[in-house]
């Protein structure tokens, strides 16, 4: 049956109307931005194997080009759909953190750095750039590394926030094992990063370790 020919409180767009996203499952939101299915599925139904198949929104989010060609019926243009939507929603958190103090809403900070590391399959290590009043004036992706390790240059950290007249950093990298958890090199890169950024009277305010649904704050540990 047709989404169509569903009673009209069942159907994914007119619930989102009546009651907002928030009262919608994942696959219904998916649906709403598949916007149809194929030949004998509805787009709720193609929504709900495509999660099967990728295993969850994360997965999905995080799924390259290759993995969307290897669905029936999905390819390039909606790939380049979902890329479009996560990236506004990166550019609207963004958008957020210059507007305000960053830390009068830390859970901004850790949903942007969440969209910007979440999924991705090798390390890479990104630093946000603060102006005196903690506001974001940029956030740049730095280094890129294999599954389990990237290389960070101090001085290239430097360079770049001198460059951006930071008067504050918040740096960040991700974890694709799945595990939040500091190692030893992680603190000793901070205390590093730290005390080089100091003598620049720049102020390293955090370091976050993404991984699956957990930001980790190295300073909340006591590491800063």
Do not use: C
Request: glycine share 6%; no cysteine; hydrophobic share 45%.
């Amino acid at each position: 049956m047709s989404i169509t020919d569903w009673p009209a409180d069942e159907r994914p767009r007119e619930k989102l109307l009546a009651h907002g996203a928030v009262s919608l499952s994942d696959a219904e939101l998916l649906a709403i931005f598949l916007r149809v299915g194929l030949p004998g599925k509805s787009a709720v139904d193609l929504a709900r194997e495509l999660l099967g198949h990728f295993g969850s929104l994360e997965a999905l989010f995080a799924a390259n080009l290759r993995d969307f060609d290897a669905i029936s019926g999905i390819g390039a243009a909606k790939y380049a759909q979902l890329q479009a939507v996560l990236e506004m929603s990166r550019r609207a958190l963004a958008e957020q953190l210059k507007a305000r103090d960053s830390f009068e809403n830390p859970t901004a900070v850790r949903d942007f750095l969440r969209l910007r590391l979440r999924g991705i399959r090798h390390e890479e290590f990104h630093a946000l750039y603060l102006d005196t009043g903690y506001r974001l004036i940029a956030a740049e992706t730095l280094f890129k590394g294999t599954l389990n390790e990237t290389r960070v240059y101090p001085r290239e950290l430097a360079k770049h926030a001198i460059a951006h007249n930071a008067a504050a950093i918040i740096v960040a990298h991700n974890h694709p094992s799945g595990s939040a958890e500091p190692s030893s090199a992680d603190i000793l890169l901070t205390r590093q990063l730290q005390h080089g950024l100091e003598l620049l009277d720049i102020k390293l305010l955090d370091h976050f370790i993404v991984a699956a649904h957990q930001v980790v704050s190295l300073a909340e540990l006591g590491h800063l």
